[in-house]
């Protein structure tokens, strides 16, 4: 079986590619430049060449795969009309196959939860930088009306093998001697790691329904603030936390600052009932404090 993943060499896209290569599938993987390519040759992927503006490459390798996963973005101002033509583009190619098509959104999309613990039905009030998302999600659904095996997959934020936003903040402090969140730290995340969520892609290529959602979170949402000290633990002895208000962040950080402060309590159970998902990683504390996060 060949799946056809997007984004293959990113950091959610390499670990489904090594994920699915591990169970035994042929992978191609899109791939933007000629360094992109070679990374995932030595992985064993086959590199496709395109990015999301290439669509005729798009329909062509999702017509003549058996799946299609979709990891990439392209981010700047186009970014939600680019991610829905190649959205667009590849559903219409898998039309009447029932071929499974994943798509990756996110848990921003549901924005803050107040304090309750949100699943997959909790209302959506997403902020602007992902208000975009939501309809895409509804396309991906809905396409099980056009015998297209659609699932849409919300990761938490994602950590381990030192990428992702936690990654990202023990390396500002090892490089700047500080690390920064944007609000007071009192807000929550919740999050997911690496490996867990590239096995959720391939139990979702293998078991998943049309029309399907999963929400991909794994224990109990941490205080911003904790994680930020953590970090900074982890980046060294005289790294300090420094807390950014909003108002700041929004000008050093764009409309994300806004996604940062959302107070987020996230978690489901669905896909574990549905498709036998059981992650066990180590939390994100402990995988800070072993140096592996």
Same mark, same amino acid.
């Given at each position: ?72 973005? @392209?981010? $700047?101002?186009?970014?939600? +009309?680019?991610?829905?033509? =190649?959205?667009? %583009?590849?559903?219409? &190619?898998? *039309? ?112 998943? @329904?049309? $029309?399907?959602?999963?929400? +991909?979170?794994?224990?109990? =949402?941490?205080? %911003?603030?904790?994680? &930020?000290? *953590? ?63």
């Amino acid at each position: 079986m060949e799946i056809f993943v997007t984004g293959a060499s990113g950091y959610i896209g390499r670990a489904v590619c090594e994920a699915l290569k591990s169970a035994g599938y042929e992978v191609l993987g899109l791939a933007r430049s000629g360094d992109a390519a070679a990374k995932l040759a030595a992985i064993g992927v086959k590199a496709v060449s395109g990015d999301l503006s290439s669509l005729e490459v798009l329909r062509a390798t999702a017509r003549g795969a058996e799946a299609t996963i979709h990891c990439a973005r @392209q981010s $700047g101002p186009d970014m939600g +009309a680019m991610d829905r033509a =190649a959205v667009e %583009a590849m559903l219409d &190619a898998l *039309a009447g196959t029932d071929k499974p098509f994943l798509y990756t959104s996110g848990v921003w999309v549901i924005g803050g939860t107040q304090g309750r613990v949100a699943g997959e039905m909790f209302p959506l009030h997403p902020p602007e930088m992902v208000s975009w998302r939501p309809a895409v999600e509804r396309l991906v659904q809905d396409s099980r009306e056009k015998k297209v095996c659609g699932v849409v997959i919300r990761p938490a934020s994602v950590y381990g093998n030192h990428g992702g936003m936690v990654g990202a903040m023990v390396e500002q402090g090892r490089q700047e001697g500080v690390v920064r969140i944007a609000g007071d730290g009192e807000n929550h995340w919740s999050f997911i790691h690496i490996g867990d969520l590239a096995n959720l892609y391939r139990l979702a290529v293998e078991k998943a @329904q049309a $029309g399907a959602l999963y929400v +991909a979170a794994h224990g109990n =949402a941490l205080a %911003a603030k904790t994680v &930020a000290a *953590a970090c900074a633990k982890v980046a060294g002895p005289q790294v300090k936390v420094e807390y950014v208000p909003l108002d700041k962040a929004r000008e050093t950080m764009g409309p994300v600052a806004d996604c940062l402060v959302l107070d987020q309590r996230v978690l489901s159970t669905k896909a574990a009932r549905e498709l036998g998902w059981k992650p066990s990683a180590n939390g994100v504390l402990q995988d800070l404090a072993l140096g592996t996060a």
